[in-house]
Nanobody, 125 residues
């Protein structure tokens, strides 16, 4: 049974930082792509960033590039999203997801096989 458990969300002032974690369990993720998505109220769920578990290759949306960094710790089976210089428009529920894909990555949410429950990030102005 695959489980993705996010943590690290919360309330932060604009300009602040948060680090989200996604603990993965239930299978070997070596050929998976791990992604972070977010969904603000009334909006579609959008791609934020992804990392290939084995190679560590990263992909970041242009909307957060330069502010957000994705990484993974193989020993801990955990993926991180470091978010700096947060803005009120970053307020959303952030989801971790896993996609069984041998090459590259996809920014499309329907390509991902497993999802976490989400963690709320609120940025106050």
């Amino acid at each position: 049974q695959v489980q993705l458990v996010e943590s690290g969300g919360g309330l932060v002032q604009a300009g602040g930082s948060l680090r989200l974690s996604c603990a993965a369990s239930g299978r070997t993720f070596s050929r998976y792509v791990m992604g972070w998505f977010r969904q603000a109220p009334g909006k579609e769920r959008e791609f934020v960033a992804a990392v290939r578990w084995s190679a560590g290759s990263t992909y970041v949306s242009s909307s957060v590039k330069g502010r957000f960094t994705i990484s993974r710790d193989n020993a801990k089976n955990t993926v991180y999203l470091q978010m700096n210089s947060l803005k009120p428009e970053d307020t959303a529920v952030y989801y971790c997801a896993a996609d069984d894909r041998p090459y590259g990555y996809s920014p499309l949410r329907n390509e991902y096989d497993y999802w976490g429950q989400g963690t709320q990030v609120t940025v106050s102005s």
